[in-house]
């Protein structure tokens, strides 16, 4: 085990944390130095999936992450200001605004990259019920 806070729950969250940008780091072959990449795009992919759904569709789906996860998902949330319409384009731009970095088939490819990896931690249903609320251009996005 990699985290050694001292406590159980602490540490549990720091591997599964771990795990998650270490998904995102092997499927573009980035290695760990590059950690702050990963870390980028799933907090641009979770903010902007956040922003998207309803306060109520975000504590169903929040609930399902590691509460390290959870935290950054919640980072700087202001639940009154939620469901922001966006279309496919809109949505990729918001993850660019928080991911400032070239990548390798672009944000499309990324935000389906970074999805597959929360999959490690969302049930199917929760993610049917995700894309079910979307528009269809952009529900496309969610893999």
Known sequence: MAGTTGYHSFDTTVD???RLLKEIEQQYGWPKE????SYAALRGTLHALRDRMTVEESAQFSAQL???VRGLYYEG??????PVKM???????RVRQEFPYEVQGGTNELVTTVI????LYGTEGEWDHIRA??????AAVVP
């Open 77 to 82: 949330w202001d639940p009154t200001n939620v």
């Open 116 to 119: 597959q990896a929360l999959k």
């Open 133 to 138: 609320s979307m528009p269809k251009e952009l």
């Open 16 to 18: 599964k944390t771990n």
């Open 34 to 37: 590059r950690r702050n990449q």
């Open 87 to 93: 279309g496919r384009e809109d949505f990729l731009n």
């Open 66 to 68: 590691p509460m390290l």
